[in-house]
């Protein structure tokens, strides 16, 4: 089975030589390694179209590829569709994007549904879910010989022993597998119907430094059992089961480090090309976990 983009000419190019020349732009060739932890075993990424959120995604992409060149990229995405339930694994083929094919690691993901049931395989899950895809040619560009596993997880209860189980698989196979979650944080604005701070300048002030930031604070201390519960009462993130899972996975695989390297928002990035205040913002956060030993 072979996934096809969905929003390859909207969130990113849609044709091969734009796509890479896009992404050079958006990865720094000396990325800043203050902090980062020495072995990197996850992080979170934004999933918005580049322009807004590219460069945050880019940045931990890079850190990443400094310290490692993992085999196989587990990606955890945020479920959108309210019909999705389930986490659910692509578990054979390949993605396509404007890069070409990127293969499954088809062993990997068998082995992850052999150990829960709380991880279905559901190709159709990831038909119209854009949050992994985004992802998808970073992986490409950076790291060309490694395969993946797409995982969409919906913010659940159980979101973070759906990262548990593949801890364990990894753990259990001594697999090569380097962590990804992605989320967008606090959606604030008319257009997402959510001001309660009102619809001006302070009010997108809040949703970042205070409603982003108590999640942040709880992904910072890897509080994975708390995030989903977090998001629904403060509508700060859009991928809470993807975070949840991810932390989990990462603390039972030894990570005791998490690094912030950058947290903005969609009418920051804005306004630094030029465009005036927007009362409809959307926060990014970019976060690598891992540990100071391999």
Known sequence: MIREPIVAGRFYPGAGNDCRADLEQRIPSQPDLSGVPQHPIGAIVPHAG??????????VFAAVAQRRSPSTFVLFGAAHMATVHTAAI?????????LGRVEIDQRLAERVCSQTNLIQPDAYAHETEHSIEVQVPFVQHLFPDARIVPIVVPPSPAAHEVGQAV???V????????????????????QYHFTPQGAGPEGVRWAKEVNDRRLIDLMTAMESE?????AGAHHNACG??????????CKQLGADQAVVLEHTTSSEVLGGQGVGFMADSVGY???VFGRSTS
């Open 90 to 98: 692509f578990a054979e083929g390949a993605w396509e994007t404007p």
């Open 285 to 287: 956060v970019g976060m």
């Open 240 to 249: 809470a089961g993807a975070v949840a899972a991810t932390i989990a996975a």
């Open 226 to 230: 708390q995030i989903v519960a977090e």
């Open 171 to 190: 753990g259990s196979y001594a697999a090569d597998v380097f962590l990804v979650g992605s989320t967008d944080l606090t959606h604030y604005g008319p």
């Open 50 to 59: 580049w322009m807004c959120s590219g460069g945050v995604a880019g940045g």
């Open 167 to 169: 801890a364990r698989t």
